[in-house]
């Protein structure tokens, strides 16, 4: 099978399936606090939830349309509309489905980058349930180990504790494609140490698609 | 006072979303998987894929049950887990449930809250977060298409441009691991010379095992050492 006929073929299916799937996930994910208002006869008042809706609107709105166009490319479409559903992107589907790919020495946005990427997100999504599931019939248990003080540090950088594995590894085989986004990052974190970091996600792709295209046109890549 | 937010009503409710993802990715990855077979991907790739994102999943898991025991304390569990199954992320939960509990004039931090606080709360997390799925469903096939086009007509470029979208991503997250402090700083130099490590032992010594669970390894092992590195300088 050519990558033109996978393409044509998968890709109508796929996309007809995640938007059939991504609706039924709103109605789900909606019923939920409709379910809650009825049964406890809960209703909120408009005031309260303008004051809370606005100004998290305001930053996870334009948040969550950049995460579709910065991600999807990398996902591919059939773990786009599974990882939108389940969430948890950069800190885990994105990187899970990036590490599939590198282990199976596999392109991401190729034919195979698709279906392995599907996989690898749908098997985090399960585990991920899986743990959420345990994590709730044994609370008792688990919750004095995952809350104490020792450990605290560990979760607290987990981000960096990826991120520095995923950079090198990535870095190393892209360096001159870095060089642009790493600089301007670090410009802008030593400036605005609290910058919010999924704001600056786009920027930093942006700079980096931008410096790529700049040495894409002269040879230098 | 906790009744309601342990309430059997509401876990049926977590019960329900848990099975729906459940559906869904199991929905997915059967589809994925017969596409594979018929594109002659190797099973074993696709076997390999399911079990070393299965293990590189777990303690990104626990960070995310983590988000759920700081959350149960005023929301109780089922809420949290419902949140946590779906759409958003550890990162967004939480800030969600405060603005919306001010909004109502109650904090997280004061413990439980009424169910009319709950109520509101429950409404802004779910609304809030809406944005990625609608714009996916309206546009997400038309913006795949342009990069498929972008890739047909300069597949070099197309690869390049998708890179360079990761590489972004990643800098992102090196700027502000490198301006989040000394202790932020150490564990992300351990994690790249963990991952170099791991390298070198697969290359060099032909461990298998280090590819595979390279990424894991080495995020677990700069957890641990963040853990050290605070006893160490004092968190």
């Known amino acids: 099978m050519t990558e033109q006929e996978f393409s044509s073929g998968y890709e109508q299916s796929i996309h007809r399936m995640g938007r059939f799937w991504m609706s039924a996930a709103l109605l789900v994910i909606l019923a939920v606090p409709l379910s809650i208002s009825i049964y406890f006869d809960a209703w909120p008042a408009a005031g309260p939830l303008l004051a809370g809706l606005l100004p998290i609107m305001m930053i996870y709105v334009p948040i969550g349309i950049i995460e579709v166009i910065t991600f999807s490319p990398m996902l591919g479409s059939g773990s786009t509309y599974l990882a939108f559903t389940t969430g948890n992107l950069t800190n885990l589907k994105v990187p899970c489905a990036l590490n599939a790919m590198e282990i199976a020495e596999i392109e991401p946005g190729s034919r195979d980058g698709e279906i392995i990427s599907t996989i690898a997100v749908a098997t985090s999504s399960l585990v991920t349930n899986l743990v959420l599931i345990l994590g709730v019939l044994l609370f008792v248990q688990m919750a004095p180990v995952l809350a104490s003080p020792v450990l605290q540090p560990a979760f607290e950088n987990i981000l960096p504790a990826l991120f520095g594995a995923l950079g090198y590894l990535y870095i190393s085989k892209n360096w001159k494609l870095a060089v642009v986004p790493v600089t301007l990052m670090l410009i802008i974190f030593i400036l605005v140490p609290t910058a919010p970091v999924g704001v600056l996600i786009p920027v930093s792709a942006l700079s980096a698609i931008a410096a790529a295209r700049f040495m894409y046109n002269r040879d230098m890549i | ?235």
């Open chain 2, 1 to 235: 006072m906790d009744d309601y937010r342990n309430s059997g009503f509401l876990f049926f409710l977590g019960a329900i979303v848990a099975l729906f993802v459940t559906a869904q990715s199991i929905v997915f990855m059967r589809k994925a998987w017969l596409e594979g077979r018929r594109a002659g991907l190797p099973e074993e790739k696709m076997r390999k894929a399911v079990f070393t994102s299965a293990v590189f999943t777990l303690v990104p898991s626990l960070s995310i049950l983590l988000t759920m025991l700081t959350l149960s304390g005023a929301l109780g569990l089922a809420l949290p887990w419902i949140r946590l199954s779906v759409i958003g992320a550890v990162t967004y939960e939480l800030p969600a449930a405060e603005a919306a509990a001010q909004a109502a004039g109650a904090s997280l931090m004061a413990g439980g809250v009424p169910v009319s606080v709950f109520s509101v709360i429950v409404w802004v997390m779910t609304l809030g977060i809406m944005s990625g799925p609608i714009f996916i469903i309206a546009y997400f096939k038309k913006l795949q298409g342009k990069v498929n086009k972008i890739k047909a007509e300069d597949n070099r470029w197309g690869a390049l441009l998708i890179s360079a979208m990761f590489v972004g991503l990643i800098s992102s997250f090196l700027g502000s691991s490198l301006a989040g402090g000394l202790i932020s700083i150490l564990t992300l130099l351990s994690s790249a010379l963990l991952m170099v490590i791991c390298i070198q032992l697969e290359q060099k010594a032909g461990l298998k095992f280090f590819k595979d669970f390279a990424l894991p390894v080495s995020m677990v092992g700069a957890m641990a050492l963040a853990i050290f590195y605070t006893g160490l300088l004092g968190g």
